[in-house]
């Protein structure tokens, strides 16, 4: 899979690493600042701190 | 990363010189699945990691940023004039504001000289404690009042307020600050309960039916680390307070002036 995209990708080997440095990037951000967000209530939700009965 | 492997030695028909899987396309169906699940493992590794370090940073200081705004709006509307002294030990207690409202800041020299976090009513999770840092449990006493002023905030993760709750020094001071001034309490001791003893919530705490003499504050977050198994029960008890036209405790100043 990441072979194959390796070598779909166009020219010398350090424009495809800038590009994927680039790639990269972009796909933590759009985890950190959308995907992350919004899955934490599902897998983490936040505890209550308080007592309580 | 998985740039290398592949072809090998398979290469019969001319010698390239990127060989690294040279001509060889078959995508086993293995190694797809095997490249999916080593992504799938980065991702939650990135999510735990975002959760517990990058998002409590991002939190936090945008509950910083809270305080700061709540100090600026005090000070634009301080009166200039500074009131008949009101003096210490009678401290004006203020009204409970609506939920989600925030009406004070906590300082915790302990917990670093620019630490402080807004205060708002209720200990609402999604509204306030996620969003806001501290929140002060309904029907518990004002800061200042004779009773028990009880808060609660994260112990880790979402900006976590009582993080560093366990590091209190008997006798480090913890200062809330309001519109009316600065509330200054001594930190006296902590107690490990399980989740449903409200009882330290009373006015005296754990001593039902007493009427309350003292002004005691008392801060609630969970325990242990990335666990809700417990409370930790942290009380501080009230020592003197500083009315707002007479400027900030000392201990306090820098952080007030610099930081807001």
Redesign the interface.
């Known amino acids: 899979m990441y072979g194959a995209l390796w070598r779909v990708l166009p020219g010398p080997w350090w424009v495809r690493a800038i590009i994927l440095l680039i790639a990269v990037a972009a796909i933590l951000a759009v985890c950190v600042f959308w995907i992350f967000p919004w899955i934490q209530p599902y897998v983490s939700p936040p505890p209550p701190e308080t007592v309580s009965n | ?3 290398t ?2 072809g090998g030695g398979a290469d019969p028909k001319r010698p390239r010189r ?1 060989s ?2 040279g001509k060889r ?1 078959p ?1 086993s169906v293995v ?2 699945l095997g ?2 699940l080593i992504t799938a493992g980065v ?1 939650v590794l ?2 735990l990691g ?2 517990v370090w ?2 409590d940073i991002i939190e936090g200081a945008a509950q910083d940023k809270q305080a700061q705004q709540l100090s600026q709006t005090w000070k634009a509307g301080a009166a200039p004039a500074p009131p008949k002294a009101v003096g210490p030990g009678t401290p004006v207690v203020g009204v409970a504001p609506g939920n989600a409202q925030k009406f004070g800041i906590l300082y915790v020299p302990r917990f670093g000289q620019t630490w402080e976090r807004p205060i708002a009513q209720g ?1 609402g ?2 509204d306030v ?2 969003k806001i840092g501290v ?1 002060h ?1 309904p029907g518990s006493a004002m800061p200042g009042a004779v009773g028990n002023f009880a808060i ?4 880790h ?2 900006g976590g307020g ?1 993080e560093n709750l366990h590091m209190l020094h008997v006798g480090d001071h913890v200062y809330i600050g309001t519109k009316d001034g600065w509330y200054e309490y001594t930190f006296r001791d902590i107690e490990y ?1 399980k ?4 009882n ?2 009373q006015p005296v705490p754990m001593e039902p039916g007493v009427a309350p003499v003292d002004r005691i504050l008392t801060m ?3 325990n242990p680390f990335f666990s ?1 198994a417990e ?1 930790m ?1 942290a009380f501080a008890t009230f020592d003197t307070w500083y009315p707002y036209a007479e400027g900030a405790p000392p201990e306090i100043a820098t952080t007030v002036d610099q930081v807001g």
């Open positions: 990363m998985a740039m492997n592949g990127r690294s899987g396309r995508v190694g797809v490249e999916l991702f990135l999510f975002w959760q990058l998002n200990v999770v999604a404690l996620d929140g449990y609660a905030a994260h112990r993760a979402y009582f309960v989740p449903n003893q409200v330290v919530l609630t977050t969970c809700t409370r029960i």
